[in-house]
């Protein structure tokens, strides 16, 4: 049981008016354009960061990404289309589940390479082509348009959308998520990399539709350089003595990555949270078609990475936030020489844990949550404490003390 005045001190009307005032001033910082050239090299650094990609890059250990055998990559280099054709076909020998390649053939081209790579996409039991979904309708809430392969092509097979969620349309910015179907003129359309996973196991893909997100962040689980999953060069499939039968029943997606893996490209590359350098990213680091691969080896997993309620983010922020106003004042009024040194020691100490809570529980629960407000509240609350009870609730008893006065005058008139 508390003592009386420690009660009365925690539930005093000030802590609450003083709350509501912090959030009241990150309400409107939050809501001032702030650009100064000043800022600039600070915001681009650390503009793209999140403190879960150190969770990818860093802390998880290799043994956590073993090769998912589900899957393997096939390199198409710069092939043209019949020699695309050939290796559809030496593939295809050996009896893969489904083919899903990652390049789009909008037009004809030449005569003998289209049919050849229509007659090879002919033979293959399960085909899945990219497509496009653009030109997004707001007042419809749907894609105007849908872009796929000329009809010669997605005539063998079924399609699915390859656009990928990168924010603000910029290239530069990391590819964290997507979206798992899209409305295109009243027809479902759904991303690559779930068709390719729908065709494989149906199942699956049923529960994944279920969870109607959205969008979905990806749960990295490496790149075809770090061995987690099979990749086969160009030159390799076309080598005679090459042995393709551990394609048998497997995921086999073509697609570009460089002209060979020994070359180096920025080509078809992406930033991903896997960048060794998460802060101030220098280069691109995976190629389209093995984000796609990350996706679908997610999904069979079913190891998604779920969304912190944001009412709970909320609370939190509020909680923290009152929290502080209580032990900030009780320090005020107690130890007012020491409150500046004090209040920053214990600021720093949960800004530290903060950022610990948010890292260990995506490490360990695959749960991402944003305390960024909860942050905001804690580093604002002593300031902005002090503004409140020396400037704010000053003025108010002030006008409050002249109003009293210049009635009590007019009673006495009266």
């Avoid at 005539?155 to 798992?180: M, Q, W």
């Avoid at 969870?211 to 160009?234: C, K, L």
């Avoid at 390799?236 to 020994?262: A, C, H, R, T």
């Avoid at 804690?378 to 002030?398: D, F, G, K, Q």
Wanted: net charge negative.
């Amino acid at each position: 049981m508390l003592p009386k005045k420690l009660r009365q001190d925690l539930w005093s009307k000030h802590n609450f008016l003083c709350t509501l005032f912090i959030f009241a001033i990150l309400g409107m910082l939050s809501s001032i354009p702030i650009q100064s050239d000043v800022l600039n090299p600070v915001e681009s650094t650390f503009d793209d960061f999140e403190l879960t990609d150190i969770v990818f890059s860093k802390l998880r250990p290799d043994t956590l990404y073993k090769a998912d055998t589900n899957i393997v990559l096939v390199n198409i280099g710069r092939l043209n289309r019949a020699g695309i054709a050939e290796q559809i076909n030496i593939i295809n020998q050996y009896k893969p589940k489904v083919i899903g390649i990652d390049a789009a053939f909008r037009t004809p081209k030449s005569l003998e390479g289209d049919t050849a790579l229509a007659h090879a996409m002919a033979r293959v039991d399960n085909l899945v082509l990219v497509s496009g979904v653009h030109q997004f309708n707001k007042e419809t809430n749907q894609y105007d348009t849908l872009e796929t392969s000329h009809p010669m092509f997605t005539l063998h097979g079924t399609t699915g959308f390859a656009n990928l969620i990168v924010e603000s349309d910029d290239y530069y910015k990391s590819c964290r998520s997507f979206s798992p179907k899209e409305n295109v003129r009243g027809h479902t359309e759904l991303a690559f990399p779930v068709k390719v996973a729908q065709v494989y196991q149906p199942s699956i893909i049923k529960r994944f539709l279920q969870r109607d997100n959205a969008y979905e962040y990806i749960n990295y689980r490496g790149n075809f350089t770090s061995g987690s999953f099979y990749a086969v060069d160009v030159a390799e499939v076309f080598d005679p003595e090459w042995d393709g039968s551990f394609l048998k029943d497997k995921i086999v997606l073509m697609g570009y990555m460089g002209e060979n893996f020994q070359s180096r490209t920025l080509e078809d590359k992406l930033y991903t949270p896997l960048n060794e350098n998460y802060v101030g990213k220098a280069h691109p680091d995976m190629y389209g078609v093995v984000v796609h691969a990350n996706s679908i080896s997610m999904i069979l997993r079913e190891e998604y990475i779920n969304d912190a309620p944001t009412v709970i983010e909320i609370v939190i922020a509020v909680v923290l936030c009152f929290l502080n106003v209580v032990l900030f004042t009780l320090i005020m009024n107690h130890f007012g020489d020491w409150y500046d040194s004090l209040t920053i020691i214990w600021q720093l100490m949960q800004t530290c844990i903060i950022m610990y809570v948010v890292v260990a529980l995506f490490y360990m629960f695959n749960l991402k949550i944003n305390l960024t407000l909860a942050l905001a509240a804690v580093l604002l609350s002593s300031n902005a404490l002090e503004l409140y009870y020396h400037i704010v609730l000053r003025m108010y008893n002030r006008t409050h003390f002249i109003k009293f006065v210049s009635n009590k005058s007019k009673k006495q008139v009266t």
